[in-house]
């Protein structure tokens, strides 16, 4: 099953505790099972708390993730903050692939002399 994540970039100075609950209604209604929100400024505490009641995400690597994780461009840059999820890019498939087909060369024959 894939799985999707929605990000939500906010830019101003003007964010609020009410685009956490947006994000949280996006997610909803589009079966997201996480959600990154990403702002210019540091998040305020109110911020951290109406994030935090969205609760955990548990993955099939039996670790548990935030369900909205918030970040700081600064933290992103710097590399002090990463958003922290069940990577599957570099496990084996969730999906079945067909096997290889293997062809023989054959022979060649020789055409007029070519």
Known sequence: ???????SVKG???VNVSMIRDL????EA???????FIILTPPTKVMIQEAAKA??????????Y???QI?????????????KYYDLSWG???FKQAQKERQSNGTQIEINGI
């Open 1 to 7: 099953m894939i799985e999707k994540i929605i990000v």
């Open 12 to 14: 101003g100075k003007n």
């Open 24 to 27: 949280r209604g996006t997610m």
């Open 30 to 36: 589009n079966n997201a099972s996480m959600g990154f």
């Open 55 to 64: 609760g955990f995400y548990q993955a099939g690597n039996g670790k548990q």
């Open 66 to 68: 935030r369900l909205i």
């Open 71 to 83: 970040f700081s461009i600064e933290g992103l840059i710097n590399g002090n903050e990463q958003p």
């Open 92 to 94: 084996k498939s969730t």
